[in-house]
Nanobody, 127 residues
Framework: VQLQASGGGLVQAGGSLRLSCAASGGTFSSFDMGWFRQAPGNEREFVVGFRRSDSRTYYLESVKGRFTISRDNAKNTVYLQMNSLKPEDTAVYYC?????????????????????WGQGTLVTVSS
């Protein structure tokens, strides 16, 4: 299975971007999916995760109400709609998939729980 992330770019504060993550080589609907981000000098940070077993979604507190994850199983694609962007959202954004067994909530937020990663797409928010 491979993941291909796209949609990053430069946007002014308050603007919006939609990231896409296309999966190939696997049954997309059987994966738990997550978006993470990494700013220069920082560790990779959980942004949002979707758990397939109960269709629950979990967000980083600072992005709640601004970011929304969605899936199009027919297109094997997951999206991250980002609104009201802030300069502190600037980072490389990665999509990731967990293809193993049931994942607990704490693991959903942990990068090490994901076994497949996309290449990352850069989001830069100017003030």
């Amino acid at each position: 299975v491979q993941l291909q992330a796209s949609g990053g770019g430069l946007v002014q504060a308050g603007g919006s971007l939609r990231l896409s993550c296309a999966a190939s080589g696997g049954t997309f609907s059987s994966f738990d999916m997550g978006w993470f981000r990494q700013a220069p000098g920082n560790e990779r940070e959980f942004v949002v995760g979707f758990r397939r077993s109960d269709s629950r979604t979990y967000y980083l507190e600072s992005v709640k109400g601004r970011f929304t994850i969605s899936r199009d199983n027919a297109k094997n694609t997951v999206y991250l709609q980002m609104n009201s962007l802030k300069p502190e959202d600037t980072a490389v954004y990665y999509c990731a998939a967990h293809t193993g067994g049931r994942i607990i909530t704490s693991s959903l937020r942990n990068p090490s729980a994901y076994n497949i990663w996309g290449q990352g797409t850069l989001v830069t928010v100017s003030s």
